[in-house]
């Protein structure tokens, strides 16, 4: 019993606290100052986007450009291309055109040089139509589209070689088939014309078509900065090692770049890798390194499919359908914002909607630095939409139009308009005119997945179906 009360006094005594000696000042300091300067010299994961207004202009010109071509789809669809202006309200409004209510004759006086009103002679009803510039920068189109064919069909093999499988999904490369150059009817123009090149099967398993290529090239298997690269050391006569896997690099104007992010770029570009039309099935992919040079064979992809454009630029949307085919990232907009020297993200042109990815060594000063002419005959609407309308010879009548005026008008062809119309439905809602800024903070936590539907991309497509279905009737 003794015992056990001397044991449990023992436990129960408070115990003496040591005092605890405090650091002197200066080390303090000196501990405080080295933990701040230490900092990786790795490539962060997570970057602030650094706007670049060069290419934000690009395109808010571009949309008014979209705007411009579904107004032009849909007056060369009926069957003089001739449309009412009243006509035109309703489909504007049915369709989804992105105009207000009684607005789309006004959105065309905006644009003289490209659509024309006029004053039906018989029926004294306004009217509208194409100018003669624009459809002449349609058939220069239409014959620099058709005389890139035989480069339309390099791109195809090109982009089936960088494929795992050697294979793509029809549906997606037709959603993209504007950026590669590819007609709309390539399924027929282009594949089953070149059997010697590409194959074009279903799957049992999905159901859906794919396009194979049937024998890989070597000759086609060299990167856009490949060429770059052998091109600058025969130029400038730099260090063959210094530029063996590096890109062109040019940072935004206003990107901070501190003393270790420097140093990590230098290592980055020194990075060796695999090349995008390599076949990687054989490697030990587990360690450290090669999950670093897969990062910058992504990289190398993305590069690649970017030069593989027309105008060097892409929906990043689109890309991401290409994601499991060409072992892209998951989150690929986090991922090209680790690299904003050679890729640049724009969510301009479509309300924010979807974001645009150039490539920026192939820009200069708003413009490519090697045109095409698919890319020359495209500007040229792009000029059109931007000449002033003081330039052009326009009614003053129908500078003041306005759609209550034609309200007899209206009622005389409503009915013919809801017969006609019946079957169609708005889809989507109408886009309004403001142009909403987009911070960094909201773009950074948008990344993109890989499952991404093309409602609002692929309008045009649904446009001209719904109009296909309208004239067959």
Not at 462 to 471: C, E, M, N, P
């Amino acid at each position: 019993m003794f015992i056990f009360f001397t044991v449990t006094s023992k436990l129960l005594k408070p115990r003496t606290r040591i005092p605890q000696r405090s650091l002197p000042l200066n080390l303090d300091c000196n501990l405080t100052s080295t933990r701040s300067k230490s900092q990786s010299t790795s490539i962060p994961k997570k970057q602030d986007r650094v706007r670049d207004h060069g290419y934000d202009n690009y395109m808010e010109v571009e949309k008014k450009t979209r705007k411009v071509l579904k107004f032009q789809s849909l007056i060369l669809s009926q069957p003089n291309q001739t449309l009412p202006i009243s006509r035109l309200e309703n489909l504007a409004r049915r369709l989804g055109l992105g105009v207000k209510q009684h607005e789309a004759g006004a959105f065309l006086l905006k644009f003289p040089h490209v659509f024309e009103i006029y004053e039906h002679p018989v029926q004294r009803i306004l009217y509208c139509r194409l100018t003669r510039k624009a459809i002449r920068q349609i058939e220069l189109e239409k014959e620099a589209l058709n005389a890139q064919i035989p480069d339309a069909v390099s791109r195809l093999r090109k982009l089936l070689m960088m494929s795992n499988t050697g294979r793509l999904r029809l549906e997606h490369v037709r959603i993209a088939r504007t950026e590669f150059g590819l007609p709309d009817d390539f399924e027929y123009s282009v594949i089953l014309k070149y059997p010697q090149f590409f194959r074009l099967f279903d799957a049992k398993e999905t159901r859906n078509k794919y396009i194979e290529i049937v024998e890989r090239d070597p000759k086609l298997a060299v990167c856009a900065i490949e060429k770059l690269r052998e091109r600058e050391y025969r130029e400038k006569g730099l260090d063959a090692e210094d530029i063996r896997f590096s890109f062109l690099v040019n940072f935004p104007p206003g990107f901070k770049i501190s003393k270790y992010y420097r140093i990590a770029v230098w290592k980055w570009q020194r990075l060796p890798y695999w090349s995008p039309y390599e076949n990687i099935s054989g490697y030990d992919l587990r360690s450290l390194e090669a999950q670093k040079r897969m990062e910058k064979r992504a990289v190398a992809t993305i590069h690649e499919l970017l030069s593989l454009t027309v105008e060097k630029k892409i929906t990043l949307e689109r890309i991401a359908h290409f994601r499991m085919a060409m072992n892209l990232p998951n989150k690929l907009k986090e991922f090209l914002l680790q690299h904003q020297g050679i890729f640049y993200i724009s969510t301009r042109g479509n309300y924010g909607k979807l974001h645009t990815v150039f490539l920026r060594e192939a820009y200069r000063k708003g413009e490519l630095v090697e045109p095409n002419g698919l890319y020359l005959a495209r500007r040229k609407l792009a000029e059109l939409v931007l000449l002033s309308p003081r330039k052009a010879k326009v009614d003053p009548e129908l500078v003041s139009f306005r759609r209550d005026r034609e309200d007899e008008i209206e009622h005389a062809g409503q009915d013919y308009v809801e017969n006609s119309f019946g079957g169609f439905g708005v889809e989507g809602n109408v886009e309004q005119d403001g142009i909403g800024e987009v911070d960094s903070n909201s773009d950074v936590s948008s990344d993109v997945e890989s499952h991404y539907t093309d409602e609002d991309d692929d309008f045009d497509e649904t446009l001209d179906a719904k109009v296909d279905a309208h004239v067959n009737q």
